[in-house]
């Protein structure tokens, strides 16, 4: 198609007329091509795909969905991207991929006040001419009002009306705890994550039942707010290991607050594990290659993502799909933690 790839036309988006001009063929005869209608002759069919191809012609998906009411696209709704989204978009896309379905990323960027409530403004802005279903990534709200089938991964308010996919937070933490436990740790602090989200809620319980299942009196002293950011929680660490009596490990309830405590130890020249035992939460990529390699608990991101997909898919199909999936969570032992100091 030498002509074709001569007469491609210069800058901007390429329409159908473009394709009709260079094809030698109508417009009609172009949408019944690419909308897969009868009608048009086979040489004519072939020589018009290879202009569409030759050319990079797609149509907007708001086009698509006002034919058929569809556009093929999924969405995957974030508040922002950062370590967690960004590893459960890999297990999303990998899914994904043969399924027929396209995705889009779309990060709420809300922060303070505009927060709450953020995923159904999102929603209100790309369903039905963008995005035929979604995934949405710790929704502060519940969906089951959405015009479009949506699966939670992780909702701030846990299962609540809707398809929901989470880890077990609670186990999670208990293993966490326990391993501390095991190595001789007694004063065990926690920096626990944001308060409005359930999986904070879910790992703070965790840390308590497993301290009270030992037989031992939790210090409310020892119990901080991570928020599970990672400035916050070295801000907050450089206070609990100042203290006289401080703790000899810290249990932080995601990897981003782990590396805060990790860093607060640094400046203030104590050991790790040596002097004090660090665990986190999540097993992002990070957790691996820190100084020293960070003992955590494990999710399943990947595994999340594509069981999301999975759910998602099924409600696209108009099947029935599980109202709720809880996956196990491991304990991943590394070199931050280890045997509490004597004395």
Not at 87 to 103: P, Q, V
């Amino acid at each position: 198609m030498d002509s074709a790839l001569g007469a491609r036309p210069g800058a901007g988006r390429v329409t159908i007329g473009d394709v009709a001009r260079v094809a030698g063929v109508s417009i009609p005869t172009v949408s019944k091509v690419i909308n897969h209608r009868d009608g048009v002759a086979a040489a004519t069919m072939v020589r018009v795909q290879q202009v569409v191809a030759d050319l990079g012609y797609e149509t907007s998906l708001v086009a698509r969905s006002l034919r058929s009411s569809r556009t093929g696209v999924v969405g995957i709704l974030v508040p922002e991207f950062e370590p967690f989204s960004t590893e459960l978009l890999r297990g999303i896309s990998s899914a994904t991929t043969g399924t027929g379905y396209e995705l889009l990323a779309y990060a709420g960027l809300m922060t303070g006040a505009d927060r709450p409530g953020w995923e159904r403004r999102s929603l209100s802005r790309l369903s039905g001419t963008l995005i035929d279903g979604a995934i949405v990534v710790t929704p502060t709200t519940a969906l089951s009002s959405s015009s479009i089938p949506v699966v939670a991964i992780d909702p701030h308010t846990g299962p609540e009306g809707h398809a929901t996919v989470d880890a077990d937070n609670e186990g999670g933490a208990v293993q966490a705890v326990e391993h501390l436990l095991a190595l001789g740790h007694t004063r065990i602090a926690h920096l626990r994550g944001r308060a409005d989200l359930a999986s904070a809620q879910l790992r703070e319980a965790g840390y308590r039942s497993a301290l009270t299942a030992a037989g031992l009196t939790i210090d409310d002293r020892l119990v901080r707010d991570g928020d599970y950011q990672e400035e916050q929680s070295a801000a907050v660490a450089r206070d609990l290991l100042a203290m006289d009596d401080r703790p000899t490990a810290v249990f932080a309830a995601n990897d981003s607050s782990a590396f805060g405590v990790l860093r607060a130890a640094a400046e203030l020249d104590l050991r790790i594990p040596e002097d004090l035992s660090v665990v986190g939460f999540d097993d992002v990529p990070q957790a691996s290659i820190t100084t020293p390699p960070l003992t955590t608990v494990s999710q399943p991101l990947a595994e999340l993502g594509s069981r999301a997909v999975d759910m998602l898919l099924t409600m696209l199909r108009g099947e029935a799909a599980s109202d709720h999936v809880r996956l196990s969570t491991t304990l991943r032992v590394r070199s931050s933690t280890g045997p509490a100091p004597r004395g």
